[in-house]
Nanobody, 123 residues
Framework: QAHLVESGGGSVQTGDSLRLSCTVS????????MAWFRQRPGTEREFVAV????????YYADSVKGRFVISRDNTENTVYLQMNNLTPDDTAVYFC????????????????WGQGTQVTVSS
């Protein structure tokens, strides 16, 4: 049973950067594919990025491609989301998720979830 804890959210202005972190305990981190999702009020959870357990491949939503970078440190049991050139459309609660098999973009495919961290971007 993995336990995920996100951190690094906050309030920034358009064009700023933030780095989110998600630390995993209670599981074998280097066996998990790790993903980031986000959710705006009244909407479904939206895929942002996923990185394979080995760190060799990563996939991004079109809306963040070229601005966000997902990475992981298997020695620290942590996955990161570097977010650059933020816009108000990036305002959401950001969640990390883990699963041993999937790298799909569907939230329902992921087994473990963190509690989320708020990111607010003002214009």
């Amino acid at each position: 049973q993995a336990h995920l804890v996100e951190s690094g959210g906050g309030s920034v202005q358009t064009g700023d950067s933030l780095r989110l972190s998600c630390t995993v305990s209670g599981g074998t981190f280097n066996l998990y594919n790790m993903a980031w999702f986000r959710q705006r009020p009244g909407t479904e959870r939206e895929f942002v990025a996923v990185i394979r357990y080995s760190g060799g491949m990563a996939y991004y939503a079109d809306s963040v491609k070229g601005r966000f970078v997902i990475s992981r440190d298997n020695t620290e049991n942590t996955v990161y989301l570097q977010m650059n050139n933020l816009t108000p459309d990036d305002t959401a609660v950001y969640f990390c998720a883990a699963d041993r098999t999937t790298v799909q973009r569907l939230a329902t495919k992921y087994t473990y979830w963190g509690q989320g961290t708020q990111v607010t971007v003002s214009s």
